[in-house]
C-alpha cells in the first residue's frame, strides 16, 4: 500500500486544479473509485492481500488516472523543470508548514480515545472506534462535500478581496452544514443500536454490546455539528491565506483537553470518552468561529454570533422523545423472555419508526421556531423567530 500515497498526493493537487475551476464532478468520483477498488480487490482475491492491492489499484485509478486524464483534456501539460524559488511551491510551502506541523484536536482526537480506552477492557476500543465511524459518515457526507465545494469559490472570492461575499457564503455553507447536521444527530441519537446492528451485524459485534454501542453513538453525535463545520471553517482561513491559526488553536486545545479524556475515561468509562471528546470538539470551533471574524469587507464580523448558534431547536429533546420510545420496541439484545432479537429485519423498522418520528420532530419544531434554513428545506415560509 505504500506506493499508493504517491498517488493520493499527486491526485490531490490535480484534483485541486480542477476544484479551482469549478469542475467537481471527478473529485467527487475520485473516492468513490478508490473505494469500489478496494472492495473489489478483497472480494476476487478473498484475503486481506487483495485488499491492499485494492487499495494500491484504487490510488492509481481513482486519486490519479482519472483526475489526470481530465486535467490534460483541459489543457494541463507537465514539465520536468525543479526549482525550489518557485513562487508558487514557496506559496505551498508556507500554506502547508503549519497544517503538517500542528498536533490538532482534529487529529489527535482518535489516538487519545484509544490511549485512554485501552484501559477500560476488553472490546472497548472496538466499541468506542465502531461507534464514532457511524458518526463519521453524515459528516463525510455534507461536511467534508460542501466545505470541498466552497472552498474554491472562498479562495477566489478573497483574492479579489470580495471579503463580504465571501463572508456571505461561509455564513450560508455554515448554516446548511448545521442544519444537517442536527438532522443526522437526532436519527443517530434514536437510531443508534439499529444501525449498528445494520451495519455491523451480531455476528461481528455481541448483541448484548449494542445498546452500549448505540449509547457511545448518541454521545459522539454531540459533537457531529462541530466535526462537520471545522472541516469549513478551516477552508475561510485557508482561503485568506491564515493556516497558522486554526492549527495553533487545535493544538492548544488538546493540550488543554488531556486531562478532560484522562479524568472522564476515568471516571465513567466509554462514556466518559465520548464526551470529552464531543466537548473537545465543540470548543474548538467555537473558538475557531469567534476567531474567523477578523476584517471581511471593511467590518469587523463574529462568525460565531452570526451563523454558528442556530436558532434553538430542540434536537436533544427530539433525541431523548426517541429514546423513550425505544421502550416500545424491543432493542438489540438479550431480552426478558430470554430471547435474544437484533436481526436485521427488525432493526431495519426499528430503525424507520424512530429515525423517522425523531427527525419529523426536529424539522417540525425548526420551522415552528423560525429556523430560515428548516423553510427553505421543506419549502415553507415562516416569520423567523425573534
Given amino acids: 500500500m505504500l506506493p499508493a500515497q504517491i498517488f493520493h498526493m499527486l491526485g490531490g493537487l490535480l484534483s485541486a486544479t480542477l476544484l479551482s475551476r469549478d469542475r467537481h464532478l471527478v473529485p467527487a468520483l475520485s473516492p468513490l473509485l478508490y473505494n469500489v477498488c478496494i472492495i473489489a480487490g478483497g472480494l476476487l482475491a478473498r484475503s486481506a492481500e487483495g485488499f491492499a ?3 494500491l489499484a484504487g490510488a492509481f485509478l481513482g486519486s490519479f488516472a482519472v ?12 514539465s520536468g523543470v525543479l526549482s525550489f524559488r518557485d513562487p508558487d511551491l514557496l506559496a505551498w510551502l508556507r500554506m502547508s508548514l503549519p497544517i503538517m506541523l500542528g498536533w490538532s484536536i482534529v487529529a489527535m482526537d482518535d489516538p487519545l480515545i484509544t490511549r485512554f480506552a485501552s484501559h477500560l477492557g476488553q472490546g472497548e476500543v472496538a466499541l468506542l472506534n ?10 463525510g457526507i455534507f461536511g467534508a462535500a460542501m466545505a470541498y465545494a466552497a472552498y474554491p469559490t472562498l479562495a477566489r472570492l478573497c483574492a479579489d478581496r470580495r471579503l463580504t461575499e465571501a463572508y456571505a457564503t461561509l455564513s450560508t455553507a455554515a448554516r446548511r452544514v448545521l442544519l444537517l447536521a442536527f438532522g443526522s444527530q437526532v436519527i443517530l441519537t434514536t437510531a443508534g443500536p439499529e444501525l449498528a446492528t445494520l451495519i455491523y451485524t451480531t455476528r461481528r459485534i455481541p448483541a448484548e454490546a449494542m445498546g452500549r454501542m448505540g449509547e457511545y453513538l448518541a454521545l459522539f453525535s454531540i459533537g457531529l455539528a462541530a466535526w462537520s463545520l471545522q472541516i469549513l471553517l478551516s477552508r ?3 482561503a ?4 497558522w491559526l486554526p492549527t495553533w488553536l487545535g493544538t492548544a486545545i488538546m493540550v488543554m483537553s488531556i486531562p478532560a479524556y484522562a479524568l ?8 466518559g470518552l465520548c464526551l470529552a471528546s464531543s466537548g473537545a470538539i465543540t470548543v474548538y470551533v467555537l473558538v475557531l468561529g469567534c476567531g474567523s471574524g477578523g476584517r471581511w469587507g471593511g467590518r469587523t464580523t463574529d462568525l460565531g454570533a452570526e451563523s454558528l448558534i442556530p436558532p434553538p431547536i430542540p434536537d ?21 423472555d430470554g430471547r435474544t432479537t437484533g436481526s436485521a429485519n427488525e432493526a431495519i423498522w426499528r430503525a424507520a419508526l424512530l429515525g423517522g418520528a425523531g427527525l419529523a420532530a426536529y424539522l417540525g419544531s425548526g420551522w415552528v421556531l423560525g429556523a430560515r434554513e428548516v423553510g427553505r428545506l421543506l419549502l415553507l415560509r415562516r416569520k423567523p423567530a425573534s
Fill in 316 to 336: 436533544c429533546s427530539c433525541g431523548c422523545c426517541g429514546r423513550g420510545r425505544r421502550d416500545r420496541c424491543r432493542p438489540p439484545g438479550p431480552q426478558a
Fill in 240 to 243: 485568506r491565506r491564515k493556516a
Fill in 236 to 238: 475561510g482561513f485557508y
Fill in 53 to 55: 492491492w485494492g487499495v
Fill in 130 to 139: 465502531y461507534a464514532k465511524t457511524l458518526m463519521r459518515v453524515p459528516m
Fill in 264 to 271: 472522564l475515561g476515568r471516571s465513567f468509562g466509554g462514556r
Fill in 67 to 78: 483526475p489526470w486524464l481530465t486535467c490534460r483534456a483541459g489543457g494541463l501539460r507537465w
